[in-house]
């Protein structure tokens, strides 16, 4: 099977590590990729906005599937311009893909479908949000509607903060059609569920915890992700069946029902309290960095499954996952989730990849005459398994500590949670 994948980052680079151990594998193709996707793929310089040369590159390499990595290119509808030209694609249509490109779509199907989520309003007026925001309190959640790569969320400890947020995410005319939505804060731990869907059945993947925040302690700005390990303790057999039953099956029935059918995958964000799972919001791919731990544990041979979701014959498939965990540690650039230093050169990756049971995903490098060097926020994700999260989280570190790139950082904390459990469990 001659597979292209669509992307530059480290969910790319993990995606093409595992299709590339597929023995169903042909010609595979990252596009435009990067120098970790190189070592197992052709990469091929693409603007992924210009669906053309997309279609153009499919037909020219034969490609049977085309797995989409990041919103932006299913939000603008790539995955239709390929079904008319006969090529199967692992992604929602434009219309399915609303779930994460429109935040405010996505809080009303959770309410016609009777999925549980946090309470909203949404907002077209900087006048109204704030007024919702005075009458809901503190804390309280702002978001941008559309994509924001992570970022456009901010959770609110006051009402001033709040209201500064919404100046910050909504322009002062409200005939520019932008648009909030401001929601209850939602109080737990929160989880990252991803199901399998072929338009009418659902299979569960995996789960596992991010570290948005980009302090130690979870504290600072949100970012697109510091790190992330799986499996998290708190998605336990019962929990996992509940989110299926009550936020992954409805929604795949909702949209089938709307004559949107959603292929691909469903990413649930979740917060876990005490009254059970509730939708924070739905991405439509696999997340960064999510998609490198979780593709780390998988078993299976991941190819099949891309393929039985596009082509609507995902029925029996149940994909399983090694008991080992893995975990993942984010190195980026000084200044991130600012502007990031770029051009700064890395070595050690060799030596971090000795240390057992790790592998170095590329997020944000590029190979020049000089070698590798930054060029991104998130620029390495270092991933390692082991028997369990603290074994997986010091084998990370230990790697982390033999790169040699003085002008990156990472948080030293990711998998904490987990690590206590570990650590209580033990005592």
């Not at 249509?93 to 909203?120: H, M, N, V």
């Amino acid at each position: 099977m001659n597979v292209l994948i669509l992307g530059s980052g480290g969910r790319e680079h993990a995606l093409a590590r595992a299709c590339a151990r597929s023995p169903q594998i042909g010609k595979l193709i990252v596009a435009p990729g990067n120098p970790g996707c190189a070592t197992v793929a052709a990469t091929v310089p693409l603007d992924l906005a210009d669906h053309r040369r997309i279609v153009e590159l499919c037909e020219r390499e034969a490609i049977d599937l085309v797995v989409v990595g990041p919103e932006a290119p299913l939000v603008a509808g790539i995955a239709d311009e390929l079904e008319k030209e006969g090529v199967a694609c692992f992604g929602p249509s434009r219309a399915a893909a609303q779930l994460e490109g429109s935040k405010g779509f996505a809080k009303d199907f959770c309410r016609a479908f009777g999925i549980p989520t946090a309470a909203y309003g949404r907002f077209r007026s900087r006048d109204d949000a704030k007024a919702f925001i005075r009458t809901r309190g503190a804390p309280i959640v702002v978001k941008a509607d559309g994509l924001a790569a992570g970022k456009g969320v901010v959770v609110a400890a006051t009402i001033e903060e709040a209201e500064a947020a919404v100046d910050a995410l909504l322009p002062a005319s409200a005939a520019s059609g932008a648009e909030v939505v401001v929601e209850e804060f939602l109080d737990g731990e929160e989880a990252s569920f991803f199901a399998l869907c072929d338009g009418v059945t659902a299979a569960p993947f995996a789960s596992a915890q991010d570290h948005k925040r980009v302090g130690e302690g979870d504290t600072g700005p949100n970012t697109g992700g510091m790190g992330a390990y799986s499996p998290p303790p708190i998605m336990t057999p019962e929990m996992s069946d509940r989110v299926m039953r009550e936020i992954v099956l409805p929604t795949v029935r909702g949209m089938a029902a709307r004559g949107t059918p959603f292929r691909g995958v469903l990413f649930a964000g979740l917060m876990i309290g005490s009254d059970g799972p509730k939708l924070i919001e739905f991405n439509v791919r696999f997340g960064d960095p999510e998609a490198e731990v979780i593709l780390e544990r998988l078993t299976d041979d991941l190819l099949p499954l891309l393929e039985a979701s596009a082509k609507a014959s995902l029925a029996g498939f149940s994909p399983t996952f090694g008991a080992d965990a893995a975990l993942t540690v984010v190195m980026a650039a000084r200044g991130y989730p600012g502007e990031p230093a770029r051009g700064t050169r890395i070595l050690g990756i060799e030596a971090a990849e000795r240390v057992p049971g790790v592998a170095v995903i590329h997020a944000g490098t590029r190979r020049t005459a000089d070698g590798l060097v930054a060029e991104g926020g998130r620029v390495l994700a270092v991933t390692a398994k082991g028997h369990t999260v603290g074994e997986a989280q010091e084998r990370a570190y230990a790697a982390v500590d033999r790169i040699d790139w003085p002008e990156g950082f990472c948080r030293r904390d990711i998998g904490w949670r987990a690590v206590a459990r570990e650590r209580g469990a033990g005592s």
